[in-house]
């Protein structure tokens, strides 16, 4: 499931997994929720992601409590570019921590970094969150497609290897993957 606040690029970022493309043009928030599937090949085996997109918009969200309950990951956006949606997302995880499962894998995402001259929420400062809540995270680009097919990529190992119940001691680690193969935004041309 997609969560944050209306505009970070919840719908794009899924969009740009799902068919590969970026919407530009005119934003249409979403209404409510929206969900798309995708099936995924991971390590020779087929995972079928059923995705999430709800509305940021503050008065969908008891549209959107409902759905945490049964939400087996959930990836936390906020926009690089919109510090508000940066310091919201505390609030985010208040409401994550009151609605969704207790054992939710979670992730926490900066989009929007091609936007470089509007940046204003710093790199490190997302690292510096996501380290405090102990969260894996990443920067991404809807735009460009930077970390994105690796978001969900991720996320898909870890429910694989939960699913599976690996006893295995070479087991996924989802916050090592993340940082190994996180790209930097400055590694993605248009
Ligand atoms: N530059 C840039 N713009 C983006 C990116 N992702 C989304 N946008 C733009 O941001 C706006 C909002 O994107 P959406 O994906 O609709 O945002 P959302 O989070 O789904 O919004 P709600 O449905 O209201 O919750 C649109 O104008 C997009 O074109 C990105 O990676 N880079």
């Keep these: 499931m997609l969560v944050g606040d209306s505009g970070v690029g919840k719908t794009c970022l899924l969009v740009r997994f799902k ?13 409510g929720i929206d969900f798309r599937n995708k099936v995924l090949d991971v390590d020779g085996m087929k995972v079928k992601l059923q995705i999430w997109d709800t509305a940021g ?12 309950r ?6 936390l956006l906020y926009d690089v570019t919109n510090k508000a949606s940066f310091d919201n997302i505390q609030a985010w995880l208040t409401e994550i921590q009151e609605y969704a499962q207790h054992d939710v894998v979670l992730m926490l995402l900066g989009n929007k970094v091609d936007s470089a001259q ?13 380290k405090e809540y102990g969260l894996p995270f990443m920067e991404t680009s809807a735009k460009m497609g930077l970390n994105v097919d690796l978001a ?6 870890e ?18 993957y993340v940082k ?3 790209r930097r935004a400055s590694c993605c041309r248009p």
């Excluded at 969900?152 to 190992?157: D, L, N, R, Y």
């Excluded at 429910?159 to 090592?176: A, G, N, P």
């Design 152 to 157: 969900f990529t991720a996320i898909a190992k």
């Design 180 to 182: 190994r193969e996180g």
């Design 118 to 130: 509007e940046r204003v929420v710093k790199r490190e400062d997302g690292e510096k969150l996501a």
């Design 19 to 31: 068919d590969g493309a970026f919407l530009a043009g005119t934003f249409i928030s979403t209404v």
């Design 159 to 176: 429910l694989k290897q939960r699913s599976m119940k690996s006893t295995s001691e070479l087991h996924f680690q989802l916050h090592d």
């Design 70 to 75: 049964d939400a087996h990951a959930l990836l």
């Design 57 to 68: 918009q503050e008065r969908f969200r008891s549209v959107t409590h409902a759905y945490y």
